[in-house]
């Protein structure tokens, strides 16, 4: 299926853009610290192994349900960050798991969605000169990105991270009953009914997967606001990642199963 609908959210962690020819490169400002999973609770919190023995708590940048990703005894990748006002020291960033590595941090996907986009991934969206991040728009939401042209509508661009796979090589979202993400697709349809632009961009944090599905068993009202937003004219692109410990890279567009 073509890329469109129409067929034709941010950490505080700073981390370094280098451009390479083809795509940017998200590259941790310093190498990543591997650990073992033990457990993950409270959604921000989980208790790893450290290679010298040590057992420590570390923040978890992700209030999804990471269903597939806490098993423990995984290997996990943490960041160190040395700010004295910080609780934990260490953030959660990837988990292995099904044999590849996958990113959880949901304050990267925006970040990655913007250098997507620069780099020429999403359709025509980098010929927008000006790029706005969280402008308030609808009811009572904020849109990631605002895209502006001096010749062209206004483009509002919503994101959403994915890293569930349930079956080989698809990726598949939400991985649990999102309501906030059913009313973000049903304001992009109406910003679409008032003659603006409007696209969902879906980035996924792992590099084994070559197509994408809703998950509608998981969440059917999200499913049916996506089809609501698919006839209102909203299109919808899948960027893929390449995940490894030194960065994560936005490098493909990955096919829609629907």
């Known amino acids: 299926m073509p890329d469109g609908l129409t067929r034709p959210r941010p950490d505080r962690m700073q981390h370094s853009i280098s451009k390479?020819?083809?795509?940017?490169?998200?590259?941790?400002?310093?190498?990543?610290?591997?650990?073992?999973?033990l457990r993950r609770y409270k959604r921000f919190l989980a208790d790893v192994l450290l290679a010298d023995g040590t057992e420590i708590t570390v923040s978890v940048p992700n209030t999804g349900s990471m269903l597939g990703l806490t098993t423990p005894g995984s290997r996990v990748f943490l960041s160190r960050w040395d700010n004295p006002k910080r609780k934990y020291a260490y953030t959660l960033e990837i988990v292995e798991a099904d044999g590849t590595l996958v990113g959880i941090n949901t304050g990267l996907p925006n970040r990655l969605a913007a250098e997507a986009i620069r780099a020429g991934l999403v359709g025509d969206l980098g010929s927008y000169p000006v790029m706005k991040p969280e402008q308030r728009y609808g009811e009572r939401s904020r849109i990631d990105f605002l895209l502006e042209h001096p010749e062209r509508p206004p483009a509002y661009v919503e994101v959403k991270n994915v890293h569930f796979m349930r079956e080989k090589g698809l990726a598949e979202f939400p991985d649990t009953r999102t309501d906030r993400g059913a009313r973000h697709l049903d304001e992009l349809a109406a910003m679409r009914t008032l003659g603006y632009r409007a696209v969902m961009i879906y980035i996924v944090q792992r590099g084994d997967c070559s197509r994408f599905r809703l998950c509608a068993d998981l969440d059917a009202a999200y499913s049916a606001a996506f089809e609501r937003a698919r006839r209102a004219g909203v299109e919808a692109f899948v960027v893929g990642c390449q995940i490894s410990a030194d960065a994560i890279v936005p490098d493909r567009l990955i096919d829609m199963d629907c």
């Open 20 to 37: 390479t020819t083809t795509s940017q490169v998200m590259k941790f400002p310093a190498p990543l610290i591997e650990a073992r999973l």
